[in-house]
């Protein structure tokens, strides 16, 4: 290892955003906004779900789950982008980089998974109605959803333990406002050949499998559609699906911009802008808006806390 190396490395230099020195307040104003607006809302879905008893059922169950995600993947980046906006300080310590890289990771594997069992909900829910709560009784539920965390832990830990082995340079400078994994690899001076190994083999088979599913659903789906083609037909599969097919189109649209834009710097961050921060931020209102069930569950409650404040 030359002198520009070193095998122990104390913090690394996040550069964030590319602005102006005079955008940045607008830009803090922004992302506060948005952030709030993220830890807002999806707890509101969790919040009545939870205490609304026509929601328990396997959709809003799998939908609390992604909403805690949701929340979590966004709470992982911004505050510290924001932190930095802040301070003016864009330094992050070793032990911080490492558990943000985790955590990310994490998050991203749960969100991947859970809108695959999601897809597979909306499938039994079209196309085996009647049997669809025999299908996806409470114990297959739990099961789905807490294998899509155990996976995603394992995943994540994976991926940080290979990371920890390895050296940096000293010039540990990233231009993004987050860590990714593949950035830190970047500015590593070992041989990272296992780690790529990893994200090809491991990364590869749970972002494709779950992909799948997700296709494979809505094939099913729209196979039935067009046997029987019919106004009622559409307007059930898009009452039943059209949330999630939004979710979906959003979510891997984002995700494939940043790979396709990887090498512009600015469209690459801006890629990950709308999926760690807007992307978040919108599904509440995409599950919300247009789901009756929601907004039922969300005048009741305005009316309990209503009757309670008069009778006060």
């Excluded at 807002?40 to 059922?57: A, C, E, P, Q, V």
Aim: hydrophobic share 45%.
């Amino acid at each position: 290892m030359g002198p520009e190396n070193q095998s122990s490395v104390s913090e690394f230099l996040l550069l964030g955003l590319p602005m102006r020195p005079g955008q940045q307040r607008w830009f803090f104003t922004l992302f506060l906004g948005m952030y709030l607006t993220t830890v807002l809302g999806n707890l509101l879905i969790i919040l009545l779900i939870r205490l609304d008893s026509r929601l328990h059922t396997p959709m809003y169950f799998f939908l609390s789950h992604l909403a805690l995600t949701d929340m979590s993947l966004s709470s992982v980046t911004v505050p510290k982008m924001l932190m930095n906006m802040q301070t003016q300080n864009p330094f992050i310590s070793y032990p911080e980089c490492i558990s943000q890289v985790c955590f990310y990771i994490l998050f991203c594997c749960v969100d991947n998974f859970l809108l695959a069992v999601m897809a597979y909900d909306r499938y039994v829910a079209f196309c085996h109605p009647l049997h669809y709560t025999t299908i996806l009784r409470e114990g297959l539920c739990v099961l789905l959803v807490a294998g899509s965390w155990i996976l995603s832990c394992g995943t994540a830990l994976t991926h940080t333990l290979l990371l920890v082995r390895l050296s940096f340079y000293v010039n540990n400078t990233i231009s993004h406002f987050f860590y990714e994994l593949t950035a830190l690899l970047k500015l590593s001076c070992s041989d990272i050949s296992l780690n790529d190994l990893v994200i090809f083999t491991v990364g590869g088979l749970f972002s494709i499998l779950p992909l799948c599913i997700i296709l494979g659903s809505y094939v099913r789906i729209g196979t039935i559609i067009l046997r029987v083609p019919s106004t009622k037909g559409l307007y059930k599969a898009f009452s039943t699906c059209g949330s999630h097919l939004f979710v979906v189109s959003l979510y891997y649209g984002t995700i494939a911009s940043v790979y396709f834009f990887s090498s512009w710097d600015s469209k690459y961050i801006t890629a990950s802008v709308m999926y760690t921060v807007v992307t978040p931020m919108l599904n509440p209102f995409i599950y919300s808006l247009r789901n009756r069930d929601i907004k039922q569950a969300l005048k009741m409650c305005v009316r309990r806390v209503s009757v309670k404040s008069v009778a006060q």
